[in-house]
């Protein structure tokens, strides 16, 4: 099926959604030519910052970021309508990439947020990306809500983790959907650590284990107990996959990538390498195996 155009769909999914980096580069190298890109949360922002050319770019830092680096993105917010503004991240990701308009991307894109006052879902396919990428990820209670247009938008995967819908009129060979809610994997839950570099064994260790004693306090009261950040990563992950499942049903795409729903945490940024190939493998698997 290589030298095939290709409508790719990006699902919702926290961390996980760095296997998407592991899906396109593996679908690029076989020749696969993507054409269009939906996508949902960070199915948005992975297929968004690909569209502008810079996926590279951005793989180069993420893959380098450790548990300090993800703490320190976080703009906390207290007393307002979510725990974390997002600007900082927001400006990072302006920095690295550069802020485009969607109308002017190589390729068609689509990234879908959630219109908490009407409960619609929006489609954003026009003005500036990091906009539309922003309003997309805005998970509620976590995320502050963007002010759009008037309308209050909130993270697309609430209403549509798998946003099969908006590649519907794409004149493409293929549609492939990427499906972050896969049933839990033993495999993908023995994922390998990551190797400590030397210089990491002394000073670096001090600090991972101060996080991880921050983490426990913070996410979780007493060890083995859930804390407010798993709490609502596991409601929205138990809601996603419901809603994924009817998507892919209603909208069968040519064919379904699956990244196990355990292969991390929301929040396990810092394991981008293993993510990119998980998502990787996954993807080879089922090229293959579509034979």
């Known amino acids: 099926m290589a030298n095939k155009t290709v409508s790719l769909v990006l699902g ?9 980096i592991g899906v396109i580069n593996w679908l690029d190298e076989q020749g696969y030519d993507i054409k269009s890109i939906s996508g949902s949360s960070m199915g948005a922002l992975i297929g968004g910052i690909y569209a502008t050319g810079k996926l590279q770019v951005y793989t180069d830092w993420v893959t380098q970021l450790e548990k300090l680096d993800v703490l320190r993105l976080l ?4 007393g307002e309508a979510g725990l974390i503004k997002g600007e900082r991240i927001t400006k990072v990701l302006r920095d ?3 802020d485009h ?3 002017d991307l190589p390729l068609s894109y689509t990234a879908v947020a959630t219109d908490l006052d009407n409960q619609k879902e929006v489609w954003l396919n026009e003005g500036s990306l990091f906009d539309a990428i922003r309003a997309s990820m805005a998970i509620p209670s976590i995320f502050t809500p963007v002010d759009h247009h008037g309308k209050r938008l909130v993270d697309g995967g609430l209403l549509n983790p798998i946003p099969i819908a908006p590649t519907l009129k794409d004149k493409t060979d293929l549609t492939i959907a990427v499906n972050l809610s896969a049933p839990a994997s033993a495999k993908a839950a023995a994922a390998t650590p990551q190797v400590k570099k030397p210089e990491q064994e002394s000073y670096h260790e001090k600090i991972l284990q101060f996080i991880d004693d921050l983490q426990r306090r913070v996410l979780r009261d007493e060890p083995g107990d859930m804390g407010m950040f798993d709490i609502i990563a596991n409601s929205l992950d138990a809601m996603q996959n419901t809603i994924a499942r009817f998507k892919l049903a209603a909208y069968a795409p040519d064919l379904i990538i699956n990244i196990p729903s355990n292969s991390c945490t929301f929040y ?5 390498e293993e993510l990119i190939e998980i998502g990787r493998r996954k993807t080879e698997e089922a090229c293959n195996g579509s034979h």
Do not use: C, Q
């Open 75 to 78: 703009d906390f917010s207290f």
């Open 96 to 98: 690295l990439i550069g």
């Open 268 to 272: 396990e940024f810092y394991r981008a």
């Open 12 to 20: 919702s999914g926290g961390a996980r959604g760095l296997a998407h």
């Open 101 to 103: 308009r969607i109308e």
